[in-house]
């Protein structure tokens, strides 16, 4: 456990719940006693809830939206610090955005994962058809569906038809599968390439064509 003093006492920084066990157990447990700014207290609470498999992207981005509207980090500070990406901090913070009448839509928003709060953030600022739509879809949303099969339903309740799932494979000269391209019928929403070919492409180059295809 992690303790720091602070002018209310002495405080679990790190270890909370192994401390409470300890305490209702009436078990002895060491601890280290650190001087913290609350700045350094706050990434040490922040980075051991990362690393909790137990702690929903829900409860994390409202952890972080605190940390950050209180003035303790930037975003951009606590996203360096917790050495989480950009887009996924922002990801994450998606939550934060969300009104309480949405939230109560989901059937478990503690299952849903960021970038699938990302997705329904974008679908609510349409407003209108869209948001119509959404209220629609929530409530029947699979506890494990993503960020796709959002989509789907949504252009579902939209077209007020069935919306066929496409997929086209691309082989090579050899007939060896290069990738799969994934649609709903009207556009592209992924694409996948087999374990033979992962190992073999180059990252920084794919994106790089990629982006010159799409700007030209």
């Known amino acids: 456990l992690v303790v720091a003093k602070t002018p209310a006492g002495y405080q679990i920084i790190a270890g909370e719940r192994r401390g409470r066990a300890c305490l209702s157990l009436k078990v ?22 990362l690393n909790r498999r ?38 994450l913070l998606s939550f934060a955005d969300l009104p309480q009448d949405i939230i109560g839509l989901f059937p478990d928003i503690s299952k849903v994962s960021s970038r699938t709060a990302t997705e329904v953030r974008a679908i609510y600022n349409k407003g209108g058809k869209n948001l119509e739509a959404l209220k629609r879809a929530l409530p029947s949303l ?17 077209n007020g038809k ?14 060896d599968l290069l990738f799969t391209v994934r649609s709903d019928g009207e556009k ?29």
């Open 142 to 158: 699979p506890v494990t569906a993503g960020a796709n099969r959002l989509s789907h339903l949504i252009m579902v309740e939209l």
């Open 28 to 49: 002895k447990f060491k601890a280290i006693l650190e001087t913290l700014t609350d700045k350094e207290a706050a990434i040490v609470q922040a980075a051991e809830n």
């Open 54 to 91: 137990d702690l929903s992207d829900y409860s994390k981005g409202l952890n972080y939206h605190s940390l950050i509207e209180s003035g303790v980090f930037s975003q951009s500070e606590l996203s360096k610090k917790l050495n989480i990406s950009k887009a996924n901090m922002s990801n």
């Open 188 to 216: 592209i929403v992924g694409l996948s390439f087999p374990l033979s070919i992962v190992s073999k492409i180059d990252q920084e180059s794919l994106c790089s064509n990629l982006k010159d295809y799409l700007e030209s």
């Open 162 to 175: 069935q919306v066929q799932s496409l997929s086209k494979k691309i082989y090579g000269k050899n007939n």
